[in-house]
């Protein structure tokens, strides 16, 4: 390095004497200045620090007046050290006063300098600074010498992450580093919790940054880079990848940056500079960040993701850390932070200690979206960028209701959303009162309240809230959450285990309800242009009829002697349902051969869910023991609107018209023979339109837990007659409205019904 005296390891080691001295944090920085101006023969050496107001303050110089620390300040993108800021990205010249963006700061006494070198100081992708050294004599910083001085603004952004540098703050300018930001992604899981961050799969905090042996960082580099590309090869080879993190392609991805040259000799250049391994790692893993953040092309962006999980995978190969949080080192109020997550890793940890979960991705079909709500986490999606925006231990809150997630909230921000906790929590007390209370309307119709589930930890849910019946099992979410198919003695022990947790009550069984949104892990991916009209459920498990056989087998022999229930998904003709009858009938029969004890009574139905079926309603009626309305398939259908697809998923109101009539039709039709109904779609759960379909004849309906007590609270101060004329009178007058939500809205107003 042209000059330099003693090169960078020597300053590195310089700052790290510096950094170790007990000194007040203004002392500590002026002398790092020092030290970096004369390793680097520069005359002038200043650190920017990126306040809260989006501001870049003077922090330190050696140089410039020393007047101006704390006193200059300039916006991101103004001047030269601003346009540094914004952009990220390195900036050498050697007559800076002739670039365009220059701006002249006269109480700093820059003029007579010509060239200039300044780096962004960079932590997880973001901008915390600026460094910038400057000479009087016009020269041309060199390649090494531009990198000495980032290896440097790590280093210096190490300290300003630290805290340290909030005791030289003046009022009201906080650093931009420990700043309450406000964010919103998309509401997930009902609740709101409030916390502290537990980052799932954590970086590793590098406690060591410099070394005095390259030599043996690089030897540990080497192992560790080959003990990582032999955990990817032999994930590819098994092929039985986790989570959704470690498809076949990310693992690829992964292969090919862990052998490309390019990223193994930056992470050798860092290594010879004076960094420890770890260190190295760290800072190519911030050159990238940056450079691929600024990228637009969702590909590359993606690309970014896989390569942070790359270096993270080499910093725990680095340190022998563990990649999960041992649940006792693990805070009381944990909120979970996560770039995405499979539904197993979330049930490893202890429930009692979860106040949140907040992915980057994550929307509402998710995986872990199901386990989530089923533990009844708060959740929230598709919150850019949060893992580089939080600090281990950083108070947030998490508001699974609303989207939002508030990180650092200042004292006020907290206050609001711990009473709208707390109020939340009350009235989940007053509806847990209301469990023994006769599920009735208040002219005596009763309401049949069921429970929908999937997961083992639903069960304790039907007695918490006295749920009338298990009126839905999706058989497939655990399918979802295990690592691979599920085999018919798996399944048994779990239907029975199902059955024993509600011994008193009957549980409707679904089969198989896979295809469409419902991917599970394990099975090949087949691509199809419109998977919700594709090859799904009643269809896959008529064609493939050995999974199908092995489900029913396994329900069966689990309702020994018992009363059982089982539904079929998305049928679309009655020879649908007579096919899969005779599937059961074939199993029954092969069940008495063996001399199997059968269910004492068995019920077999259909969800109705695919529009043809209201046009043969009654010749499906003939057929069946029960029907249950899927509306959440049912209304998108009707509509042609994706449930999943979030342009088009909130545009049409279920609340209008044509779906009322449609439903109302199914009730009107099943009222004739007699056949039980539930209804056993979202809209069930939620009061308004609970109140609704309760005026178009329903009279049962299953929901998740959490919107039974909301929805008797509703029923039990409704007239179920007054709501009957109310609706059918809206829905008979030809207005051609799209929605009569706001009507319904000021009926349950009226009539002091609570929603
Ligand atoms: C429905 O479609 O309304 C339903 C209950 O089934 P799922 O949401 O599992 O498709
Ligand atoms: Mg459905």
Not at 19 to 24: C, D, R
Not at 344 to 359: F, M, N, P, Q, V
Not at 671 to 691: D, F, H, N, S
Request: proline fraction near 5%; hydrophobic fraction near 45%; charge should be negative.
């Amino acid at each position: 390095m042209r000059g330099a005296l003693g090169g960078p390891r020597l300053l590195l080691r310089r700052i790290r004497e510096a950094m170790a001295e007990p000194v007040h944090a203004q002392v500590r920085l002026d002398k790092i200045v020092v030290h970096i101006a004369s390793n680097m023969v520069a005359e002038v050496c200043s650190v920017y620090v990126l306040r809260d107001d989006g501001r870049l303050e003077l922090f330190a110089t050696e140089g410039l007046n020393r007047e101006a620390v704390h006193l200059t300040t300039m916006r991101s993108g103004e001047g030269l050290v601003g346009l540094i800021a914004e952009t990220a990205e390195s900036l050498a010249l050697s007559d800076a006063q002739a670039h365009p963006a220059f701006s002249y700061k006269p109480e700093t006494g820059e003029e007579i300098y010509h060239s200039f070198l300044g780096v962004p100081i960079l932590r997880g992708g973001n901008t915390l600074g600026v460094l910038v050294v400057q000479n009087k004599a016009r020269r041309t910083y060199s390649e090494e010498e531009v990198e000495a001085l980032q290896t440097t603004a790590m280093l210096l952004a190490e300290m300003i992450a630290s805290g340290e540098l909030q005791s030289i703050v003046r009022p009201g300018n906080d650093i931009a580093l420990r700043r309450a930001i406000a964010l919103k992604g998309s509401a997930i899981a009902d609740g709101v919790g409030l916390g502290h961050v537990v980052l799932h799969e954590p970086r590793v905090i590098i406690k060591q940054l410099i070394s005095d042996d390259p030599a043996k960082e690089q030897a540990r580099l080497d192992v560790a880079i080959e003990a990582v590309r032999h955990t990817i090869d032999a994930l590819i080879d098994r092929g039985d990848q986790a989570g959704p993190g470690e498809h076949l392609e990310v693992l690829e991805t992964f292969r090919m940056f862990a052998h490309d040259r390019g990223w193994l000799r930056r992470l050798r250049e860092a290594v010879m500079s004076g960094l420890t391994a770890e260190a190295a790692v760290e800072r190519v893993q911030n050159d990238a960040r940056a450079k691929l953040q600024r990228r637009t092309d969702p590909y590359l962006r993606e690309r970014l993701h896989d390569l942070d999980d790359l270096a993270n995978r080499l910093l725990h190969a680095l340190t022998g850390e563990s990649f999960v949080v041992a649940n006792e080192d693990m805070p009381d109020n944990a909120i979970l932070v996560a770039r995405t997550m499979g539904p197993a890793a979330l049930l490893d940890y202890d429930r009692k200690k979860l106040r949140g979960l907040i992915l980057e991705d994550g929307g509402p079909s998710s995986h872990v979206a199901i386990v989530a709500r089923a533990l009844g986490i708060p959740m929230v999606g598709d919150v850019a960028n949060i893992v580089d925006l939080v600090e281990p231990n950083d108070a947030i809150i998490v508001d699974g209701t609303s989207g939002e997630v508030q990180l650092r909230p200042q004292p006020d921000v907290e206050a609001a959303y711990g009473e709208k906790a707390r109020l939340r929590a009350r009235r989940q007390e007053q509806y847990h009162k209301l469990r023994e209370v006769p599920s009735m309307t208040r002219d005596g119709v009763a309401i049949e309240l069921h429970m929908n589930a999937g997961l083992l930890v639903d069960l304790p849910h039907v007695a918490e809230t006295n749920a009338a019946s298990i009126g839905l099992f999706r058989t497939e979410l655990q399918f979802m959450i295990a690592p691979q198919f599920p085999r018919m003695q798996e399944q048994l022990a779990l239907y029975k285990t199902v059955m024993d947790a509600v011994p008193d009550r009957p549980v409707t069984f679904r089969t198989l309800d896979i295809g469409g949104d419902k991917i599970l892990p394990y099975m090949a991916a087949f691509e199809e242009d419109n998977p919700a009209l594709g090859w799904r459920a009643i269809r896959i498990g008529l064609d493939r009829p050995g999974l199908l056989r092995s489900q029913l087998r396994a329900m069966l022999r689990a309702g020994a002697g018992r009363d059982l229930r089982i539904m079929f998904p998305m049928v679309a003709t009655c020879a649908e349902f007579d096919a899969a009858k005779v599937i059961v009938e074939r199993e029954l029969t092969h069940l008495r051969r063996h001399a199997y004890e059968l269910p004492r009574d068995l019920k077999l139905g259909i969800m109705v869910e695919v529009p043809s079926v209201l046009w043969q309603l009654e010749e499906m009626l003939e057929r069946v023991d029960f029907i249950s309305v899927g509306s959440n398939d049912l209304v998108q259908y009707l509509y042609a609107a994706d449930r999943d697809n979030r342009r088009v998923s909130d545009r049409f109101d279920p609340l209008s018209p044509p779906v009322l009539r449609a439903l109302k039709s199914i009730t009107d039709k099943a009222a004739v023979t007699g056949t039980p109904v539930t209804l056993c779609g979202e809209i069930g759960g939620r009061p308004l339109e609970a109140m609704a379909l309760i005026g178009i004849g329903y009279r049962g309906l299953s929901m998740s837990a959490a919107s039974i007590g909301p929805v008797k609270a509703m029923l039990l101060a409704l007239d179920a007659s007054e709501i009957a004329a109310h609706v059918g009178a809206l829905i008979d007058a030809k207005t051609g409205a799209a929605s009569i939500r706001e009507e319904l809205r000021a009926f349950a107003e009226a009539k002091g019904v609570p929603l």
